[in-house]
């Protein structure tokens, strides 16, 4: 993993949910160049011991963890391993998240004659919709109900959340998870004012397009060939690709950096290659 610039945060506990992921487990690489100790959470538990082999064959200190972000008991259990592996938890990224199929509709717009011939609005699932926000946004506020009990008043503490180009502006098809993710923005904003008075800082990174194993399915065909989706998304990025994951790393360093961002607080910040800059004209 290539770095753009190096920090030390070394003897701090970076706690990484989501860590099974392709951009978190890439955080989690990236971090593990700054000398911290980094627990990988994720839901798979060999996901996370694979990708902490990694960064530990690097020169990095790191562990992964079994972990439900639905689950108190299980954030909880987690917690109390990290604790004694590690320490305490000095930095929260929240990454766990992700869409489902019941979530979403087959058509950009609702037209009389899909009735009863796909997936319309008003056939999306209550339960598909329901664990989609509760993912997104149950799984960014209870890690931190747990995790952030332990930064109370330390010196450099903070939390990241991951939101999305959703909280801006509404992709089509997708209503639940782009609702949940201007949950996430907007109780990224809360948690900034509400630890304000105890030392933990709080913002948000919110990634454009990136091409993951969670999306592969909107944006490419079974052939490998991209879909008509794919292209106006490409449109509509002034950059005119899909970001990369090395895109991220210099955002979330400068936001775990006190000393590079010790005054920024509340903020959720867009890494999209100018796609909310972009009118479409």
């Known amino acids: 993993m290539k770095v753009p610039f190096n920090i030390d945060l070394e003897n701090k506990v970076i706690v990484i949910t989501g860590a099974g992921g392709v951009l978190c487990g890439a955080f989690a690489e990236a971090l593990g160049t700054t000398k911290a100790k ?3 959470l994720g839901l798979h538990l060999d996901k996370v011991v694979e990708k902490s082999k990694v960064i530990n064959s690097n020169g990095g200190i790191s562990k992964g963890y079994q972990c439900n972000v639905l689950d108190k008991d299980s954030i909880i259990a987690a917690r109390n391993e990290i604790v004694k592996d590690f320490g305490t938890c000095d930095i929260l990224i929240n990454g766990a998240g992700g ?4 979530a979403t509709t087959d058509n950009e717009y609702f037209k009389n004659e899909d009735l009863n011939n796909m997936m319309t609005f008003f056939d999306l699932d209550q339960s598909g919709v329901e ?3 509760n993912l997104n946004y149950m799984g960014t506020l209870l890690p931190t109900q747990v995790f952030a009990q332990d930064m109370l008043n330390k010196e450099g503490c903070s939390i990241i959340n991951i939101s999305s180009m959703n909280a ?4 089509t098809k997708i ?3 782009s609702g949940a993710k201007a949950a996430v923005s907007n109780f ?3 948690l900034a004012v509400h630890f304000s008075k105890v030392g933990i800082r709080c913002n948000a990174i919110a990634p454009g397009f990136f091409a993951t194993k969670q999306n592969a399915a909107l944006l490419f065909n079974e052939d490998g060939s991209p ?3 794919t292209q106006k998304i490409l449109d509509a990025t002034p950059m005119n690709r899909f970001g ?3 895109d991220l790393i210099g955002t979330l360093f400068y936001l775990v950096s006190p000393e590079a961002s010790g005054f920024v607080n509340g903020v959720v910040i867009p890494v999209d290659g100018g796609f909310s800059a972009y009118s479409g004209v």
């Not at 869409?99 to 019941?102: E, L, T």
């Not at 801006?168 to 992709?171: G, K, V």
Request: charged residues 15%; glycine residues 0%; hydrophobic residues 40%.
């Open 38 to 40: 980094i627990a990988l």
């Open 131 to 133: 664990y989609v926000f």
């Open 188 to 190: 990224t904003m809360w």
């Open 168 to 171: 801006f502006t509404p992709l």
């Open 99 to 102: 869409n489902n199929p019941k």
């Open 175 to 177: 209503p639940a998870y």
């Open 244 to 246: 990369e994951t090395q």
């Open 227 to 229: 879909t008509k989706r």
